[in-house]
């Protein structure tokens, strides 16, 4: 009897073990599995928030989900790479479609949705050179525009018109263009790109990448911190850099929610018919050949006038050392920097090293920035040290025009606030301090330490 109640005893506490070992299998399980999600969900939140405002010609002949080249993590893959997961009890959906989810969707995109299915098998499909070619002349044109917009703003808000801006003042002269630039961010860069870009990937970039990026300018904002330094003016140094900072950021979410509430009203009015937006769609997506050909020729028109306009102007004042030489000077070299930033664009999301490391760093517009910065910072020097008209003319025609391309605020001030919105706040202020930090540090190593070495005045 006592044998047999230790043989029972002994097949429970060996049913029990393995039940136990069971459990415990199940909770690593659960527990890798959880892990992995997480690392995984993090890696994407880090290569999109880096990917928010630019990631140059990689954005061409996709989309920015598909084309980044993440692996999303879901049910259907994760038994392929080898992850355990979970199977919750519920079975219902964990993102159930609900009228407010539904209400989201765009109504512009829901008759590029619907033409999407209804593609013609003999389409002609749109060349990859005609593409890229249509690209950057987009991005010239859309750039020059950028450059006399901010012009414009510039001589509006400054001591002339309004008096709100001044070169001695921690509100400084681009602080308007900065600010429209972010807010008009949030309207073509956030809420309406996807739209734009089911019509043309070309406009959505001339648009952003283009105009909005040529419009703002980091370099000048730099700069005009540095001259504040330089005479002794720490103080609105410090002022010019937080408010700025602070005004362009709330610019920018301004920019969404005006967007949002114009979308709201759009899909509850009578706009879509008396616009004719959804036929305008449908023409251009199923010819898209045609439509890109079209709009090449169109752009190359345009950037061959631009340019023979402001180079036939720039002969005729380029003596005079006049802010409208120095104007026509920054349109004609305007797109190149426009160029240079695009194609630096493309680091953004990739991170350091064959690994990846820190991905959540956009590097491209961090590079494009900071070199602007330090190439603004060097010209100003150089009109110290020379100081004859035409010297003048010509570094302030590149510094207005080249660098004020190659250097912008609108995409920086997306990606800080798509930072700021994830689960990782802290990023966005160490995205911006490092910026504001190494321009600022280099840029007086550049150009302080010369004036204040050789006296400049």
């Known amino acids: 009897m006592d044998h047999q109640y230790q043989e029972l005893e002994s097949r429970r506490s060996g049913s029990f073990g393995r039940l136990s070992h069971a459990s415990s299998s199940r909770r690593r399980s659960f527990s890798i599995s959880f892990t992995s999600s997480a690392q995984n969900d993090d890696a994407v939140e880090s290569e999109s928030v880096s990917e928010a405002g630019d990631i140059g010609d990689r954005a061409l002949h996709s989309n920015r989900i598909s084309e980044s080249g993440r692996s999303h993590f879901s049910l259907d893959n994760a038994a392929e790479n080898g992850i355990v997961v979970p199977i919750p009890e519920d079975t219902s959906p964990a993102f159930p479609v609900t009228p407010l989810a539904l209400e989201n969707i765009s109504p512009l995109s829901v008759d590029a949705i619907i033409q999407s299915g209804e593609k013609k098998k003999d389409e002609k499909e749109v060349p990859w050179l005609l593409e890229y070619i249509t690209c950057l002349l987009s991005l010239a044109v859309f750039g020059i525009l950028g450059v006399l917009a901010r012009y414009c703003l510039q001589k509006l808000f400054g001591p002339e018109v309004v008096g709100a801006t001044s070169d001695g003042s921690y509100m400084y002269l681009d602080l308007p263009s900065n600010m429209v630039g972010s807010f008009l961010m949030g309207w073509l ?35 005009k911190m540095l001259d504040l330094s330089v005479e002794g003016r720490w103080v609105f140094a410090v002022l010019g850099i937080l408010i700025g900072l602070f005004l362009v950021s709330y610019s920018i979410i301004f920019g969404i929610e005006t967007a949002k509430g114009f979308k709201w009203l759009y899909r509850r009015s009578k706009m879509r018919s008396v616009c004719g937006i959804s036929s305008c769609f449908r023409a251009c997506i199923s010819n898209k050949y045609h439509c890109a050909l079209t709009f090449m020729v169109m752009l190359l028109l345009m950037l ?24 026509f000077l920054a349109c004609i070299v305007g797109p190149f920097g426009v160029w240079i930033r695009w194609f630096l664009a493309r680091l953004n999301g990739r991170g350091l090293g064959k690994n990846g490391m820190v991905k959540w760093m956009p590097f491209g517009t961090l590079a494009a920035n900071v070199l602007a910065a330090c190439v603004m910072a060097a010209l100003a020097t150089l ?4 100081k ?62 010369p004036v204040w070495a050789r006296g400049y005045n």
């Open 189 to 223: 860069g956030v809420v309406f790109k996807g739209d734009i870009l089911k019509v043309s990937d070309q406009l959505a970039i001339g648009l952003t990448t283009g105009f909005l990026g040529s419009l703002t300018t980091f370099s000048g904002w730099n700069q």
């Open 304 to 327: 061959g006038l631009l340019w023979g306009i402001f180079g036939s102007l720039e002969k005729d004042e380029f003596n005079t050392g006049s802010s409208e030489a120095q104007l």
């Open 383 to 386: 009109k110290k040290a020379v």
């Open 388 to 449: 004859t008209t035409s010297c003048n003319t010509i570094a302030s025609g590149i510094q207005f025009g080249l660098l004020g391309c190659l250097s912008t605020v609108s995409t920086f001030i997306a990606e800080f606030h798509a930072m700021r919105e994830s689960t990782h706040p802290w990023r966005a202020y160490a995205y911006a301090a490092i910026t504001f930090t190494i321009s600022f540090a280099l840029g007086t190593l550049i150009y302080s330490v």
